[in-house]
């Protein structure tokens, strides 16, 4: 499986950004997907994550209400749209896969994008 992130940028505090993660491979329904972040001297924090179906569907408690998790089943791309974007979400963000695991822990993933940085100004 090979994962390709992008859609990352600069957006002023409030804005609004779209993230996707297009993958090759195989990946099954049952397949958990998740985004994970990596803020400036911080460690890669979970952020959403869910089965490719789009069931079971987990996000942390800091993005509930602003973040949204979709997919594109004909391109088999998943998109993390975010809004209302505060200068706290500014990190590099990845996409990762699964084929078993479904949670939080990052080191449970086993592909992984190679990251996209998103920053927020104030």
């Known amino acids: 499986v090979q994962l390709q992130a992008c859609g990352g940028g600069l957006v002023q505090a409030g804005g609004s950004l779209r993230l996707s993660c297009a993958a090759s491979?195989?990946?099954?329904?049952?397949?958990?997907v998740g985004w994970f972040r990596q803020g400036p001297g911080k460690e890669r924090d979970f952020v959403v994550a869910n089965r490719w179906s789009g069931a079971f569907t987990r996000y942390a408690d800091s993005v509930k209400g602003r973040f949204t998790i979709s997919r594109d089943n004909a391109k088999n791309t998943v998109y993390l749209q975010m809004n209302s974007l505060k200068p706290e979400d500014t990190a590099v963000y990845y996409c990762?896969?699964?084929?078993?695991?479904?949670?939080?822990?990052?080191?449970?993933?086993?592909?992984w994008g190679q990251g996209t940085q998103v920053t927020v100004s104030s």
């Open positions: 491979g195989r990946i099954f329904s049952n397949s958990a």
């Open positions: 990762a896969v699964d084929h078993v695991y479904l949670g939080s822990n990052d080191y449970r993933y086993r592909y």
